[in-house]
């Protein structure tokens, strides 16, 4: 979800919020989770970490990703919200793992 302009949002100017929901499926271990795990980058090089300036941009507050574990064979649903340029081009979530599993990273474009 993307939105320049959200109700009780406090972006800075010229910035607009970034939702990304992810899902975490424990297998037949335990499954580390946390929101720190994950950042966005341009196509500049750019970072950025979660912003909790943006979490209104959400329909459901409640399903905001923080720490835990999942037991084994089941799941978890959570979001997390990062504040980039408006003018940002192209955006891509990196997903860092630090316990969860072998410490493999994972980069997805978003667009």
Known sequence: MICASCAYTSAAPGNMCVALAVVYT???????YSSAEWTLHDATGAQYG???????CLS??????S???????????????FEVPA???HLYADWNP???LTGQSETWRLW
Not at 50 to 56: K, T
Not at 60 to 65: R, V, Y
Not at 67 to 81: C, D, E, Q
């Open 26 to 32: 424990a297998g037949t271990d335990s499954l580390f």
């Open 50 to 56: 979660e912003s909790f300036a943006g979490y209104g």
């Open 60 to 65: 459901d507050p409640s399903a905001i990703l």
């Open 67 to 81: 720490l835990g574990t999942v037991n084994p064979g089941l799941w978890i649903v959570g979001s997390m919200v």
């Open 87 to 89: 003018s940002t081009k």
């Open 98 to 100: 630090s316990m969860s």
